[in-house]
């Protein structure tokens, strides 16, 4: 009988009938009336019955098919209980009638049950429209295809019509459960055919891919479950009966798998108890959604029939060692193992067996064998027994979990050793997390147990139970209090429990009754009384005599259960729990406890039969309540053998953080973070510690961002163990991966918010604004630091007024509301920050940042956010700075005038000219809590120029927004005096901030023409340009003067300058031809005013200028630049009267150069700032004497044009001046070409080869740095341009060292292409390029790594217009090999593509030379390098003489084909060294076609261990042009044996590829096994 399928063909024959054009005549039933019980027809076509021709199709067949099923199930119902029945043997049962009901069973399973409680029954259904015979067959099954899922517009009618004939089938569930009972009874006792084993095991195997559908009846999951238990238990009963099928089984569960359902919602369905690994497991899902039950929670079916079948396998254990086990008789049983009495040989052979086919379907590549499917079915598997392996039930769970972790750890350790092409990436992903949820399991294990143990007697003589307490106590384990309900008195310790927590009601209530903990207590003793050695010297108690007293409460307790309900589960686990027992008493040591080992044994062996269950039985008098045995399962677990491997699985990871394999370091971070989260107190162990620390300077920057997650959430879950990793953190800032260096920030910002006394905030602020700070750090991490300072300093949510909405009242000079206390706080933290970092540029640049944006990445996606941060911040300002004001009032109030006092000073003041730069009008108001320091007597001698600088440069920016009233008060007092007796008083750097705060007042807008300021700034410049006067003819070395002199000069020099910077004349906009002859010296001093003072200060500029002495020079450079910056166009004087060509020159001293590259630099930068400010604009617009042809002559844009414009008239010097013997003088030309590049004011093309050049520049790693900074930059701009012009950038790093270093020993020329790695666990070596090729773009894109590879090749290949190469171009080359040789390569196809190349040039060239030497010699043409010659014999022998063999004549030829020679000599060895470094074979090398696909197992590659490349080229002619025979022999003889060995290389014999080339090519690009075989092994990264 096929209800489904044959009401699927009525269904075919009504959807025919109604979409058919030709309506018919004849009558046509529904699925309702064919399953009706009542035969009768009265459709709109009426007909007798019969008439249908179909007895199947007639109305009321179905009910008659249905009762035919019924009939069925019943008869098999009875044969079975008779089959089954005690005492009937088994002869009289025929094979017919038993294979009878095997196919009942097997078809009802199959063709009813599923498809009924699945609703799948009209899946793969196709209603034929045409054709003739019965509905059956044009009910046609359509083939499943992956692409399309819907097979028949008609799909929901037939599902929604099928609902007729699943209702009938789902009523049958009870019978046929009561079937399957009855078919595991007979299993158990009686011998079946093999074929009906396996069908029978088959169909209710099938069972567990039911996904039960509650559209077709609403306790579907019910019914389910109610089949799914039943044939579990039938499918255990068959393991156990029959060994020799066991293999089978298991074999058969894994294509199961595939099958099962997946979704969320009815993958976990078999309900099991809450146990106390529920709230460990958040990750696991929780069953169906339609569960309110609070105390159970949902597995997955497979998992529990694993599990069955693991317990069913175990056998009653031997009471003695010489007893042969019960079972082990059977020789075909290969489960059994002889030298095992425990009767666990066959459990353990069943986990090796299942977690061998699992992890091996799971570790196969691509899509092979559903691997693919599998591993989340590992995942899912893992999540399962976690679950339950605290329960009881379940014990198996613990053992298969140690027989997944062992052979997990096993194959993670063999990955580590493999070759990266065995490997499977995405298996090792999926055993690491598995390996990793095992063992931050097992490590939650322990820590439970360690922070919650049983408190058990350590002692035989129990203490006296304590008096009743005159108090009621409640020591219910629920935690709730004395409620209203019915609780129990415990009758020894008299603490009080709820009832329904124990499980007692008011009618239950025994005649003694005792807690958990009485029980476990009274218990103890009892049992140690019992079974205590004779011998014993002592009462103490142990631990493990306390495990076995907790194995037999969880026996009772189990024994009790299976009595109670019969289930099958709680006997098997039972037996296993005794088992286990025995096994573990048999691995006991005699003196590990005080029990007598043997006669527990025996005692636990006595228990294996378990008892009749009798009525009316009551629980033992030794039980425990739920809680009290998951107690005791979690001390047991915590005992188990999976337990004590925690630190053999803790060390697996550990090893594995170490390995070679960057993705297996990262995963076993990760993995160690899972265990982390769990138990926190790992991260104290030393060894953990010293492995993630490691980890923070792994090469990958995967690991290294693994590691700082690992680290973070640890300090976020201990965050008074935050300073034992704080210096690590503070590194990772600064990485190089934008991941690591985000993921840092982040964990810096968690610990700032939850820890405001973290002691080190003040580092970690200062690291976060620098990088803050830098312009090439990345904006997404700039925005995450501007976030967390915009969280920690400038939250608007932190400036609540409170819930009045208006501020507090307060006492004058204290901080009365949240938003002022808050402020408080925050600007002690700022200063804090500008104290120890020693400048306040950093925070400068973090507070203009957040108030204003940044240039760079301001249209991206995150602009609102950046605009909401700058308004909130922008709100707050005006707080802190009131906060840092009082805050330097307090200062002063409390100050105790030490030696650090000056320091502190300075750095409140350098905060709060943080907000005068960005805010001057918010200064204003405390302008007179400022001016007093401009005394210089403030008590703190070292910093008194550094306080007087501050304020002044405040002053200076806030005198714009000063009222008429406002100027004239201050002026009128002590300031301008103030400010000019600084001048006289302190260095150049107080000097100048003073003079430029006088100047500003003095051009204030509503200063007086003769203004008070204006006065005594004419006064200071008359002062010291008279002095100036007076001296320049004194000496022409100040170096030989007075040091008073010399400092009298400086500062005149400085406060000059700075006169002429700061004041702006009336006519400051010079004429477009600035005439020299205005720069003259003003020997009257009384005509000198300040609008002539700056043409006559340049002429005495100019003429200490000339002054011998470099300080000299340099002071009136540094003062020149003050007229340079204020009046552009004195530049163009300076041009035409050749002091920039003097001052740069060679003549120039070093001292000199620097400083007028400095002063280049002010001016460029002074520039921009005046036109992105819009300063320039407005201040000629201000100027209402100057004419309109003058504004457009003197149009700021243009006047800010002049100085670079004359720089890029020296760009030439410019770049010699890269190649200066002094190291401060490259640095300072490389950050002046910085500036002109930014600017766009020279040619990036012209300038990137000077770049590269100084990256040989490795006795000055910051100049290095630096030029880098500048190529990643052009790099990102113009990715092809540095791979154009690296061949450029090779040769002048070449000639840099070559003319910048030399060796003292010999004078020759030291240059070298390798320096010492900077960054990195491991020493060794990299090329001065290393850094380029990794921060560019060029690293990730094979076509630019190709031509820059082929670049550097082209410099070895031979100018065809020439006849012989340079000599003098051979060091070169040397130099270009070891670049090559030693670039980071991160895939195969980078030295193949150099050895494919190699090979072609010397190839082409190579032959050419060996046939010239052969012409030149005199050897054979045809074969020129067969064999040794006679040159290099006697070479080898050192007898060697060129007059012997007559060629001196031959000297000048043989001298120039040994050029040729060492051109291409570099090439063989190093196609030499990169084959045996990269491990590259033969057969990969000689297959390589450079236009071919990267192999995804060929990247990653790392060098292997070795010596770096180097090559020497040895001088082939000497100084006056003669050849030197010695060294040009020798290159002779290496020449003709390397060719040699290159053209045995060469040779491969490979028919296949010759006589089906194309087969070949296609076979490699499917990458089959050949291919795979015939790569080379690499070193992973």
């Given at each position: 009988v096929?209800?489904?399928g044959e009401g699927?063909?009525?269904?075919a024959k009504?959807?025919k009938?109604?979409s058919s054009?030709?309506?018919?005549?004849?009558?046509?039933?529904t699925?309702?009336q064919?399953?009706?019980q009542?035969?009768?027809y009265?459709?709109?076509?009426?007909?007798?019955?019969g008439?249908?021709g179909d007895?199947?199709?007639e109305p009321?067949?179905?009910?008659?098919r249905?009762?035919?099923?019924?009939?069925?199930?019943?008869a098999?119902?009875?044969?079975?209980s008779i089959?089954a029945?005690?005492?009937?043997?088994?002869?009289?049962?025929?094979?017919d009638t038993?294979?009878a009901?095997v196919?009942?069973?097997?078809n009802?399973i199959?063709?009813?049950?599923?498809?009924?409680?699945?609703n799948?029954g009209?899946v793969g259904?196709s209603?034929?429209t045409?054709?003739n015979?019965?509905?059956?067959e044009?009910?046609e099954?359509t083939?499943?295809?992956?692409k399309?899922?819907?097979?028949?517009?008609n799909?929901g009618?037939v599902?929604?019509?099928?609902?007729?004939?699943y209702?009938?089938?789902?009523s049958?569930?009870?019978q046929f459960?009561?079937?399957?009972e009855?078919?595991?009874?007979?299993?158990a006792c009686n011998?079946?055919?093999?074929?009906?084993?396996?069908?029978?095991?088959?169909a209710?195997?099938?069972?567990?891919t039911?996904?039960?559908?509650?559209i077709?009846?609403?306790d579907a999951?019910?019914?389910?479950?109610?089949?799914?238990?039943?044939?579990?238990?039938?499918?255990?009963?068959i393991?156990r009966?029959?060994?020799?099928?066991r293999?089978?089984?298991?074999?058969?569960v894994f294509?199961?798998?595939l099958?099962?359902?997946?979704s969320?919602?009815?993958?976990r369905?078999?309900?099991?108890k809450?146990s106390a690994?529920?709230?460990r497991?958040?990750?696991?899902?929780r069953?169906?959604?339609t569960?309110n039950v609070?105390?159970?929670?949902?597995?997955q079916?497979?998992?529990?029939?694993?599990?069955?079948?693991?317990q069913?396998?175990v056998?009653?254990?031997?009471?003695d060692?010489?007893e042969?086990?019960?079972?082990?008789?059977?020789?075909?049983?290969s489960w059994?193992?002889?030298?095992?009495?425990?009767?666990?040989?066959?459990?353990?052979?069943?986990?090796?067996q299942?977690?061998?086919?699992?992890?091996?379907?799971?570790?196969?590549?691509?899509e092979?064998?559903?691997?693919?499917?599998?591993r989340?079915?590992?995942?899912?598997?893992?999540?399962?027994?976690?679950?339950v392996?605290?329960?009881p039930?379940?014990?198996a769970a613990?053992m298969?979990l140690l027989?997944?972790?062992?052979?997990?750890?096993?194959d993670?350790?063999?990955a580590?050793?493999a070759a990266?092409?065995?490997v499977?990436a995405t298996?090792?992903a999926?055993?690491?997390?598995?390996?990793g949820?095992?063992?931050?399991a097992?490590?939650?294990s322990?820590?439970?147990n360690r922070?919650?143990p049983?408190?058990l007697?350590e002692s035989?003589?129990l203490?006296?139970?304590?008096p009743?307490?005159t108090e009621e106590?409640?020591?219910?384990?629920?935690g709730?209090?004395?409620?209203?309900?019915?609780?129990?008195?415990?009758d020894r310790?008299?603490?009080?429990h709820?009832?329904?927590?124990?499980?007692?009601?008011?009618?239950t209530?025994?005649?003694?009754?005792l807690c958990d903990?009485c029980?476990?207590?009274?218990?103890v003793?009892?049992?140690?009384k019992?079974f205590?050695?004779?011998?014993r010297?002592?009462?103490?108690?142990?631990?493990?005599?306390?495990?076995?007293?907790?194995?037999?409460?969880?026996?009772s307790?189990?024994?009790w259960?299976?009595?109670?309900?019969h289930?099958q589960?709680?006997?098997?686990?039972?037996?296993f729990?005794?088992?286990s027992?025995?096994k573990?008493?048999?691995s006991?040591e005699?003196?590990?406890g005080?029990f007598d080992?043997?006669?527990?044994?025996?005692?636990a062996?006595?228990?294996?039969?378990?008892p009749?269950?009798?009525?009316?039985?009551?629980?033992p008098?030794a039980?425990l309540?739920d809680?009290?045995?998951?107690?005791?399962?979690?001390?047991l677990?915590?005992?188990?053998?999976l337990?004590f491997?925690?630190?053999?699985l803790l060390?697996?990871?550990l090893?594995?953080?170490?390995?070679?394999l960057a993705?297996?370091r990262?995963?076993?971070?990760?993995?160690?973070?899972?265990?982390?989260?769990?138990d926190?107190?790992?991260?104290t162990?030393?060894?953990?510690?010293?492995e993630?620390?490691?980890?923070f300077?792994?090469?990958?920057i995967?690991?290294?961002?693994a590691?700082v997650?690992?680290?973070?959430?640890?300090i976020?879950?201990?965050?008074?163990?935050?300073?034992a990793?704080?210096a690590?953190?503070?590194?990772?800032i600064?990485?190089k991966?934008?991941?690591v260096?985000k993921?840092?920030?982040?964990i810096f910002?968690d610990v700032l918010?939850s820890?405001?006394?973290?002691?080190?905030?003040?580092?970690?602020?200062?690291?976060m604004?620098?990088?803050?700070a830098?312009?090439?750090?990345d904006?997404?991490v700039?925005?995450l630091?501007?976030?967390t300072?915009?969280?920690l300093?400038?939250?608007?949510?932190?400036?609540?007024?409170?819930?009045?909405?208006s501020p507090?009242k307060?006492k004058p000079?204290?901080m009365?509301t949240k938003?002022e206390?808050?402020?408080?706080?925050?600007s002690?933290?700022?200063v804090e920050v500008?104290?120890v970092?020693?400048?306040?540029?950093?925070?400068?640049?973090?507070v203009?940042?957040?108030?204003?944006g940044f240039a760079?990445?301001?249209?991206?996606?995150?602009?609102?956010?950046r605009?909401?941060?700058?308004?909130?911040?922008?709100?707050?300002?005006?707080?802190?700075?009131?906060a840092?004001i009082e805050?330097?009032?307090?200062?002063?109030?409390?100050?105790?005038?030490?030696?650090?006092?000056g320091k502190?000073?300075?750095?409140?003041?350098?905060?709060?000219g943080?907000?005068a730069q960005?805010?001057?009008?918010?200064?204003?108001p405390?302008?007179?809590?400022l001016?007093?320091?401009l005394?210089?007597d403030?008590?703190?001698?070292?910093?008194?120029?550094?306080v007087?600088?501050?304020v002044s440069?405040?002053?200076s920016?806030?005198?714009?927004?000063?009222?008429?009233?406002?100027?004239?008060r201050?002026t009128?007092?002590?300031?301008?005096?103030?400010?000019?007796?600084?001048?006289?008083k302190?260095?150049?750097?107080?000097?100048?901030?003073?003079v430029?705060?006088l100047?500003?007042?003095?051009?204030?807008p509503?200063?007086?023409?003769?203004s008070?300021q204006?006065?005594?700034?004419l006064?200071?410049?008359?002062?010291?340009?008279?002095?100036?006067?007076?001296t320049?003819d004194?000496?022409n070395?100040?170096?030989s003067m007075?040091?008073?002199?010399r400092?009298?000069?400086?500062?005149a020099?400085a406060?000059l300058?700075?006169?002429?910077?700061?004041?702006?004349?009336?006519?400051a906009?010079?004429d477009?031809?600035?005439?020299?002859?205005v720069?003259?010296?003003?020997t009257?001093v009384?005509k000198?005013?300040?609008?002539?003072?700056?043409?006559?200060?340049?002429?005495?500029?100019?003429?200490?200028?000339?002054?011998?002495?470099?300080?000299?020079?340099?002071?009136?450079?540094?003062?020149?630049?003050g007229v340079?910056?204020?009046?552009?166009?004195?530049?163009?004087v300076?041009?035409?009267?050749?002091?920039?060509?003097?001052?740069i020159?060679?003549?120039a001293?070093?001292?000199?150069q620097?400083?007028?590259?400095?002063?280049?630099?002010?001016?460029?930068?002074?520039e921009?700032?005046r036109?992105?400010s819009?300063a320039?604009?407005?201040?000629?617009e201000?100027?209402?004497n100057v004419?309109l042809s003058?504004?457009?002559g003197?149009?700021?844009?243009?006047?800010s044009t002049?100085?670079?414009?004359v720089?890029?008239?020296?760009?030439?010097?410019?770049?010699?001046?890269?190649?200066s013997k002094?190291?401060?003088?490259?640095?300072?030309?490389i950050d002046l070409?910085?500036?002109l590049?930014r600017?766009?004011?020279?040619n990036p093309?012209?300038?990137?080869?000077?770049?590269?050049?100084v990256?040989?520049?490795?006795?000055?790693?910051?100049?290095r740095?630096?030029?880098?900074?500048l190529?990643?930059?052009?790099?990102?701009?113009?990715?092809?341009?540095?791979?154009q012009r690296?061949?450029?950038g090779?040769k002048?790093a070449f000639h840099?060292?070559?003319?910048v270093?030399?060796?003292?020993?010999?004078?020759?020329?030291?240059?070298?292409?390798?320096?010492a790695?900077?960054d990195?666990?491991?020493?060794?070596?990299?090329t001065i390029?290393?850094?380029?090729?990794?921060?560019s773009?060029?690293?990730?894109?094979?076509?630019q790594?190709q031509g820059l590879?082929k670049?550097?090749?082209?410099l070895?290949?031979?100018?065809p217009?020439?006849?012989?190469?340079?000599?003098?171009?051979?060091?070169m080359?040397?130099?270009?090999?070891?670049?090559?040789g030693?670039?980071?390569y991160?895939?195969?196809?980078d030295?193949?593509?150099?050895v494919?190349?190699?090979?072609?040039i010397a190839?082409?060239?190579?032959?050419?030379v060996?046939?010239?030497?052969?012409?030149?010699?005199?050897g054979d043409?045809?074969d020129?390098?067969?064999?040794?010659?006679?040159?290099?014999?006697?070479?080898?022998q050192?007898?060697?003489?060129a007059?012997q063999l007559?060629?001196?004549?031959k000297?000048?030829e043989?001298?120039?084909?040994?050029?040729e020679?060492?051109?291409?000599?570099?090439?063989?060895?190093?196609?030499?060294f990169?084959?045996k470094a990269?491990?590259?074979?033969?057969?990969?090398?000689?297959?390589?076609?450079?236009?071919?696909k990267?192999?995804?197992?060929?990247?990653?590659i790392?060098?292997s261990?070795?010596?770096p490349?180097?090559?020497?080229?040895?001088?082939?002619?000497d100084?006056d042009?003669?050849?030197n025979?010695?060294n040009?022999?020798?290159i002779?003889?290496s020449?003709?044996r390397?060719?040699?060995?290159?053209?045995?290389d060469?040779?491969?014999v490979?028919?296949?590829p010759?006589?089906?080339?194309?087969?070949?090519?296609?076979?490699?690009?499917?990458?089959?096994d050949?291919?795979?075989e015939e790569?080379?092994?690499?070193?992973?990264?």
């Open positions: 096929d209800l489904v699927l063909g009525v269904i009504t959807v009938a109604e054009p030709e309506k018919t005549s004849r009558p046509v039933i699925i309702h064919w399953m009706m009542v035969a009768k009265s459709g709109p076509n009426a007909a007798p019955l008439s249908l007895s199947k199709l009321g067949a179905g009910f008659n249905l009762q035919i099923l019924l009939c069925g199930l019943e098999s119902n009875i044969l079975l089959m029945s005690p005492g009937i043997d088994r002869r009289v049962v025929e094979d038993l294979e009901c196919t009942l069973i097997k009802h199959q063709k009813h049950l599923i498809p009924a409680l699945s799948t009209h259904v209603m034929a045409s054709g015979g019965s509905g059956g044009e009910a099954r083939p499943k295809s992956k399309s899922r819907s097979v028949s517009p799909r009618v599902a929604k019509s099928l609902k007729a004939v209702s009938p089938i789902l049958t569930v009870g459960g009561t079937m399957i009855r078919a595991d009874a007979f299993v011998e079946m055919d093999d074929s009906l084993l396996f069908t029978l095991s088959g209710a195997l099938s069972t567990l039911i996904d039960a559908s509650p077709v009846r609403a999951a019910s019914l389910a479950s109610i089949i799914q238990v039943s044939s579990m238990d039938l499918i255990a009963a393991f009966r029959y060994p020799r099928h293999s089978i089984i298991v074999e058969d294509p199961l798998m099958k099962l359902p997946a969320k919602k009815s993958l369905t078999f309900l099991v809450k690994a529920s709230s497991a958040g990750d696991v899902a069953g169906p959604p569960s609070d105390d159970h929670d949902y597995i079916p497979i998992c529990a029939l694993t599990l069955l079948l693991i069913s396998c056998v009653m254990p031997s009471q060692d010489d042969q086990m019960e079972g082990a008789e059977d020789s075909n049983d059994a193992l002889k030298d095992d009495h425990s009767g666990l040989q066959g459990c353990v052979a069943v986990c090796n299942f977690t061998s086919q699992m992890l091996q379907r799971c570790a196969r590549k691509g092979e064998g559903g691997a693919s499917e599998f989340p079915i590992l995942s899912n598997l893992i999540d399962d027994l976690l679950l392996r605290h329960l039930e379940y014990p613990g298969l027989y997944l972790s062992h052979r997990l750890g096993s993670l350790l063999r580590s050793s990266k092409n065995q499977e298996y090792l999926t055993a690491m997390d598995a390996f949820k095992i063992t931050s097992v490590a939650g322990l820590q439970r922070e919650n049983f408190k007697p035989m003589n203490c006296a139970p304590s009743e307490p106590i409640n020591r219910c384990f629920c709730r209090g004395n409620l209203d309900t019915f609780m129990v008195d415990c310790c008299h603490s009080w709820h009832g329904s927590c124990v499980g007692i009601t008011k009618d209530v025994p005649d003694i009754w903990d029980t476990l207590q009274t218990t003793v009892e049992q140690a019992v205590a050695r004779g011998s010297d002592s009462d103490s108690l142990t631990s493990t005599d306390h495990n076995h007293v907790l194995r037999q409460l969880l026996l307790y189990l024994s259960t299976a009595q109670a309900s289930s589960i709680a006997e098997r686990a039972r037996e729990l005794i088992a027992w025995v573990q008493l048999e006991s005699e003196n590990l005080s080992l043997g006669l527990v044994r025996n005692f062996i006595s228990q294996w039969t378990l009749t269950p009798q009525p009316n039985q009551q629980r008098r039980h309540t809680d009290g045995n998951q107690r005791i399962m979690t001390s677990v915590a005992s188990s053998e337990c491997s925690f630190n053999r060390g697996v990871i090893r594995l953080m170490g390995d070679k993705s297996l990262k995963l076993s971070v990760k993995a160690i973070l899972q265990v982390v989260n769990i926190p107190a790992l991260m162990q030393p060894t953990v510690r010293k993630v620390s490691r980890c300077h792994d090469e990958s995967s690991v290294r961002e590691a997650s690992l680290v973070g959430d640890y976020i879950q201990s965050p008074n163990l935050a300073a990793f704080h690590p953190l503070l590194e990772r600064v990485d991966g934008i991941s260096r993921r840092a920030v982040r910002r918010l820890n405001p006394t973290y002691e080190g905030r003040v580092a970690a602020c200062h690291a604004m620098q990088r803050a830098d312009r090439k750090e904006d997404g700039r925005d630091i501007h976030e300072f915009h969280t300093w400038f939250n608007s949510k932190a400036f609540d007024m409170g819930t009045t909405g507090a307060s000079g204290q009365g938003a206390l808050y402020c408080k706080e925050v002690a933290q700022m500008v104290r970092s020693g400048s306040n540029e950093v925070l400068s640049t973090l203009k940042g957040l108030l204003f760079e990445g301001d249209k991206d996606k995150k602009n609102v956010e605009k909401k941060r700058q308004e909130d911040s922008h709100s707050q300002c005006k707080l802190l700075v009131k840092l805050l330097l009032l307090s200062f002063e109030d409390t100050r105790e005038h030490k030696e650090d006092d502190q000073l300075v750095a409140i003041l350098a905060t709060l943080v907000f960005t805010f001057p009008e918010l200064v204003v405390h302008v007179d809590t001016v007093p320091y005394k210089g403030n008590g703190v001698k070292r910093y008194e120029a550094a007087v600088s501050q440069s405040m002053i920016g806030a005198s714009s927004h000063f009222g008429s009233g406002e100027l004239n201050l009128s007092g002590e300031l301008p005096t103030d400010l000019v007796n600084i001048c006289y302190f260095p150049s750097e107080a000097v100048t901030s003073a430029e705060a100047a500003k007042l003095a051009n204030h509503d200063a007086a023409s003769d008070i204006e006065k005594k700034l006064k200071l410049a008359t002062q010291f340009y008279s002095y100036l006067l007076k320049k004194v000496t070395d100040f170096s007075k040091k008073s002199v400092d009298n000069v400086r500062r020099l406060a300058g700075s006169i002429c910077r700061f004041y702006e004349c009336a006519g906009a010079d477009h031809t600035l005439d020299s002859s720069f003259v010296i003003e009257d009384a000198l005013q300040l609008d002539n003072l700056s043409n006559a200060a340049f002429a005495l500029f100019l003429q200490y200028l000339s002054k011998e002495d470099e300080s000299t020079k340099c002071l009136s450079l540094r003062a020149m630049n340079f910056i204020s009046r552009p166009r004195v530049v163009l300076a041009e035409q009267m050749g002091i920039i060509t003097s001052v020159g060679d003549e001293p070093p001292s000199v620097i400083e007028s590259l400095r002063c280049w630099r002010d001016i460029l930068i002074s921009e700032k036109i992105d819009g320039a604009k407005a201040k000629m201000a100027q209402k004419t003058k504004r457009i003197g149009d700021q844009d243009g006047d002049i100085s670079g414009s720089l890029t008239k020296h760009s030439e010097r410019l770049y010699a001046l890269t190649l002094d190291e401060k003088v490259r640095h300072m030309i070409i910085g500036h590049l600017q766009g004011l020279i093309m012209e300038t990137v080869p000077h770049l590269l050049a990256q040989g520049d490795v006795k000055c790693p910051s100049t740095a630096l030029a880098l900074k190529l990643q930059t052009e790099g990102e701009k113009r990715p092809d341009m540095l791979r690296i061949c450029a090779i002048q840099f060292q070559r003319n270093y030399s060796d003292s020993t010999n004078g020759s020329a030291k240059v070298t292409a390798l320096i790695k900077s990195g666990p491991k020493d060794g070596w990299e390029f290393d850094a380029v090729i990794k921060e773009a060029i690293r990730n894109k094979k076509a790594r590879l670049g550097i090749i082209s070895f290949e031979k100018d217009d020439v006849k012989y190469s340079n000599a003098d171009q051979l060091p080359l040397a130099f270009a090999s070891e670049i090559l030693n670039l980071p991160t895939s195969l196809s030295p193949l593509f150099i494919y190349h190699s090979s072609c190839a082409l060239d190579g032959q050419g060996l046939t010239q030497f052969a012409e030149l010699l005199g043409v045809c020129p390098n067969s064999e040794e010659d006679d040159i290099e014999k006697l070479s080898k050192g007898k060697f003489d007059a007559g060629l001196e004549a000297g000048a043989f001298g120039q084909l040994c050029v020679a060492a051109r291409i000599l570099p090439l063989l060895k190093l196609k030499q990169l084959r990269y491990n590259i074979s033969e057969a990969r090398v000689t297959s390589y076609v450079p236009s071919e990267e192999l995804i197992h060929e990247k990653g790392s060098i261990d070795g010596p490349f180097s090559f020497t080229m040895k001088s082939i002619l100084a042009g003669s050849i025979w010695s040009s022999v020798k002779y003889s020449f003709r390397m060719m040699r060995d290159a053209e045995a060469d040779v491969h490979d028919p296949e010759t006589k089906s080339p194309k087969r070949t090519a296609k076979r490699k690009r499917g990458g089959s050949q291919v795979v790569s080379p092994k690499v070193s992973p990264e």
